[in-house]
């Protein structure tokens, strides 16, 4: 789709790399079984790469861990939230306790980000049907 040779290997890397809270949240989100929506992980937005991303809805999902609560990390976050904000995308940070301690509770917060439905564990979201020839 374009995307420059080394975005696209330093994606795969950064994917190949991931951790165990992405890793499992994004089972939750590939896809397409969070309320039909696309998500895509390790995305280049100009010369940063977001955790996933949905698109269309222009939602970044960032995953925070120890490191972040650091000044220095802090002030690096706030200089790209704004970059990425400008171009028109929102962000929601996500703490990788809350994914392993309440993986649903996060669901429902990028559902409700995004405006779907309300998050129910107990179903599989359906994929999308076809569209018509």
Excluded: M
Excluded at 98 to 105: F, L
């Amino acid at each position: 789709r374009g995307t420059q040779p080394w975005k696209a290997n330093r994606s795969r890397t950064l994917r190949a790399n991931g951790t165990s809270a992405e890793d499992k949240l994004w089972h939750h989100l590939r896809d397409r079984r969070l309320g039909g929506f696309k998500f895509v992980r390790q995305f280049p937005i100009e010369s940063y790469f977001v955790d996933f991303a949905c698109r269309k809805k222009r939602l970044i999902v960032e995953i925070d861990g120890a490191t972040h609560g650091n000044p220095a990390e802090l002030a690096c976050d706030h200089v790209r939230a704004q970059a990425l904000i400008a171009l028109g995308y929102k962000i929601v940070r996500v703490h990788n306790i809350d994914i392993y301690e309440n993986v649903e509770g996060v669901l429902s917060q990028l559902l409700a980000e995004l405006g779907g439905k309300t998050f129910n564990p107990g179903k599989a979201a359906p994929h999308p049907a076809p569209p018509p020839h």
